[in-house]
């Protein structure tokens, strides 16, 4: 009698501390497809709400855990796969990473459906300051100064928020850069002009040269390589249109439905003891993009979600070459810095690979340090401390930035 008790009194005991699974959106293991899946929601202080030792995940500027059972399945869904895959993300860092000092980190608050901007005076922006929506931000640690009103009195550790999904007419968006269709043209645009001029060159030599060996009028051949040259420029020029070719006529994000978003936010936080999380540049976000790339293993990372996101998404292996435009921040969310630092890895495998870039940070400059030089002078840099073999792997990598067209 008294084991039958002890075993229904262990039994009881593992039901109720068990870690409570709840459904999950991720992604299939190796593939950009999502599905819903049911996984344990670990560290809770309870089994309620998405109160955790290292996450709180809230909705908007409330300062309560969100319920597991809210009425609103959908942002139960949101929460449960926000707390999940930055829990993952924090044992990415710590086991893969072997970075400790996480461990000493505050507890990070999770906004879901802000739509306030960030207000480093007071936390967060009056509502109807141009209201945000389709993103997600990482937010330093602050308190509001000694002369604000004490109503508005405030301090915050640091915190990730995620907007809410709104469609947006495409056009509207401005510019979005060149389509797939410009991109292939401008990449062929080069070796035609080249191949004209120099048919024309052995054009003129003929003529002048050997005349008598010439069946054509020079002028007939001018006019042919004038005709292929201003064609080429026509058809470059009205491929700049065919955008809806290759866009959805709405753009949506609901951004903590992309498992790679809470990876690239949570990458800031990790990156801001020598990268600020509150610039937007393309090293910054080049950098928390190849994190988010790792953890991802996929090639292709922010995906489209069925439903909830049609996000164009980011290359790993982009195969563009360098030119002086990607230092622009308009620019900072393409891929072009994730390839540059994805060949890193290919080059000096995963391992010394993820090591270098990450001690990469020491030797940036969050304001001044661009592709070019800051972060390739910083790869170099970093090689000389963590590569197995500093002297060999440095050629390796100036091979490989030569690739790149640096």
Same mark, same amino acid.
């Given at each position: ?237 009205? /491929?700049? =249109?065919? @955008? !809806?070719?290759?866009?959805? #006529? %709405?753009?949506?994000? +609901?951004? *903590? ?53 049609? /996000?164009? =998404?980011? @290359? !790993?292996?982009?195969?563009? #070459? %360098?030119?002086?435009? +990607?230092? *622009? ?78």
């Amino acid at each position: 009698m008294n084991i039958m008790m002890l075993t229904w009194l262990a039994f009881s005991f593992n039901v109720l501390f068990a870690n409570p699974a709840l459904e999950t959106l991720v992604r299939r293991e190796g593939s950009i497809s999502t599905i819903i899946k049911k996984n344990e929601m670990t560290d809770l202080l309870d089994h309620h709400s998405f109160d955790g030792k290292y996450f709180k995940i809230v909705l908007k500027k409330s300062n309560d855990a969100i319920s597991f059972y809210d009425p609103d399945k959908n942002l139960v869904l949101k929460a449960a796969s926000v707390y999940y895959h930055l829990n993952k993300s924090r044992e990415f860092w710590i086991k893969a990473m072997q970075y400790t000092k996480i461990q000493e980190m505050p507890k990070i608050t999770v906004r879901l459906e802000l739509t306030n901007q960030f207000d480093e005076f007071g936390h967060f922006a009056n509502d109807n300051r141009s209201p945000q929506f389709n993103n997600a931000l990482s937010i330093p640690s602050g308190q509001t100064p000694d002369w604000v009103p004490s109503e508005r009195s405030d301090r915050w550790n640091n915190e990730i928020w995620f907007r809410p999904v709104k469609k947006i007419l495409t056009k509207d968006l401005g510019n979005l850069g060149p389509n797939p269709m410009t991109v292939a043209l401008q990449a062929l645009q080069n070796p035609l002009i080249d191949y004209i001029q120099n048919q024309f060159n052995v054009r003129l030599m003929e003529e002048f040269f050997y005349p008598s060996y010439v069946n054509r009028p020079l002028h007939e051949d001018l006019i042919r390589y004038a005709g292929t040259y201003a064609l080429m420029k026509l058809i470059l020029h009205g /491929s700049k =249109y065919a @955008d !809806r070719l290759f866009l959805d #006529k %709405y753009y949506y994000l +609901d951004a *903590a439905f992309v498992p790679e978003i809470a990876y690239h936010e949570f990458a800031h936080i990790i990156l801001s003891d020598r990268l600020e999380m509150s610039h937007s540049t393309p090293v910054n976000e080049g950098m928390a993009d190849y994190f988010a790339a790792v953890q991802s293993r996929t090639r292709k990372i922010y995906a489209k979600v069925k439903g909830h996101s049609n /996000s164009r =998404y980011k @290359d !790993r292996e982009e195969k563009k #070459k %360098y030119s002086h435009w +990607d230092e *622009a921040t308009r620019l900072a969310t393409s891929d072009f810095t994730l390839s540059v630092l994805w060949d890193v890895r290919e080059a000096l495998g995963d391992t010394y690979g993820d090591k270098v870039v990450f001690h990469a940070r020491h030797f940036l400059n969050t304001k001044s340090s661009t592709i070019s030089e800051g972060l390739l002078k910083a790869i170099l840099y970093a090689c000389e401390e963590k590569c197995e073999y500093p002297r060999r792997d440095k050629l390796i990598l100036y091979e490989t930035f030569s690739k790149k067209g640096f």
